[in-house]
């Protein structure tokens, strides 16, 4: 465990290679011709396509293994949603209010999650790849034995991140404050960041590093 960890930003100065030397590789998310929405139209084990959900309340929803693909999701809450074995693949999340958001086995591919608060996000044992997380505020990440490939948190603050026995490539934190962080029984080799050499990357050799 360690305390109070702040990642740097890269130094303007630094080159193409310092830059580019394990830093995610995220493409833009463009979704257009989007459908308004429901919270009652998507369904478990079903597959939700191509609609924008604004205001929307999802409390309680029964959704596992639901798929949403080509989604956005604005000022929608999420507060207990079933969200065991869904799929999100290339959705956008703006503004997302969820205290408690149970999605383990869970599928992020090219999601996008901007200004939301999430208390308790159970993620373990899921799949992120492709994924920005930017300018939200995290109590409780569990990502233990999670699997994440191309995943970048940008200034956000995360009050206790788990990432053991988790596997990760090009993994980046840029401008966020972690207060306290778990990386036992992660396997070092797998893990590739932005700032290999800062105290605030799960992959450095300072304490935050250690297994």
């Known amino acids: 465990m360690a305390d109070s ?12 290679r310092a830059r580019d030397q394990g ?12 459908e308004p929405g429901l919270a009652d139209d998507p369904e478990a084990g079903h597959r939700t396509e191509g609609l924008a959900f604004d205001g929307a309340d999802f409390t309680g929803r029964e ?7 080509e989604c956005a999701f604005r000022d929608v809450t999420a507060h207990d949603a079933d969200l065991r074995s869904v799929s999100f693949l290339d959705c956008r999340f703006e503004r997302l209010n969820a205290p408690s958001l149970p999605a383990p086995r869970s599928r992020w591919r090219g999601v996008e999650i901007e200004a939301s608060r999430i208390g ?14 930017r300018g939200c505020k995290l109590g409780y990440v569990n990502l233990r034995g999670a699997r994440l490939r191309d995943v970048k948190f940008e200034d956000c603050a995360i009050e206790e ?7 990760a490539l090009r993994v980046a934190f840029e401008g ?5 962080l778990d990386v036992r029984g992660r396997p070092s080799t797998m893990w590739t960041c932005e700032e290999p050499a800062s105290p ?3 992959g450095s050799t300072g304490s935050a590093g250690r297994p």
């Open 5 to 16: 960890i702040r990642s740097p930003r890269p130094a303007r100065n630094a080159g193409p």
């Open 176 to 180: 966020t404050q972690i207060d306290a």
């Open 161 to 167: 991140l788990d990432l053991g026995h988790a596997s």
């Open 200 to 202: 605030g990357c799960p």
């Open 120 to 133: 308790s996000a159970e993620l373990y044992d899921a799949e992120l790849n492709g994924v920005l997380v």
């Open 23 to 34: 830093a995610p590789r995220l493409e833009p998310l463009l979704l257009e011709g989007l």
């Open 63 to 69: 959704l596992g293994a639901a798929t949403f693909s």
